[in-house]
Nanobody, 129 residues
Framework: QVRLIESGGGLVQAGASLRLSCAASGGTFGSFTMGWFRQAPGKEREFVAAISMSGGITSYADSVKGRFTISRDNAKNTVYLRMNSLKPEDAAVYYC??????????????????????WGQGTQVTVSS
């Protein structure tokens, strides 16, 4: 049973930075494509970023490109999301996800949440203006 535990969320002012972490256990971390999604109140869960098994390929939502960076440390079974220049519209619950077979189309990972097999419980990010 794969378990994902997110941490690092909190309340920050607009323009600040946060780094989210997601620690994985119970599986072969290096065999998963890892992703971050977010869900704001009243909105659907949306794709934020994804990273390949080796860490060599990344994909981002247009809304975070240039501000967020996804990375992973396979030795620590952990994936990170560095978030810079945070905006009030970035406020959401952020979820970590692991996928065995996540599609890669036209130079980008699939943004479909149903292509991921395992999910964390989420960590809240609040951004004040």
């Amino acid at each position: 049973q794969v378990r994902l535990i997110e941490s690092g969320g909190g309340l920050v002012q607009a323009g600040a930075s946060l780094r989210l972490s997601c620690a994985a256990s119970g599986g072969t971390f290096g065999s998963f494509t890892m992703g971050w999604f977010r869900q704001a109140p009243g909105k659907e869960r949306e794709f934020v970023a994804a990273i390949s098994m080796s860490g060599g390929i990344t994909s981002y939502a247009d809304s975070v490109k240039g501000r967020f960076t996804i990375s992973r440390d396979n030795a620590k079974n952990t994936v990170y999301l560095r978030m810079n220049s945070l905006k009030p519209e970035d406020a959401a619950v952020y979820y970590c996800a692991a996928g065995v077979r996540v599609g890669y189309y036209s130079g980008s990972y699939s943004r479909k949440s149903d292509e991921y097999d395992y999910w964390g419980q989420g960590t809240q990010v609040t951004v004040s203006s």
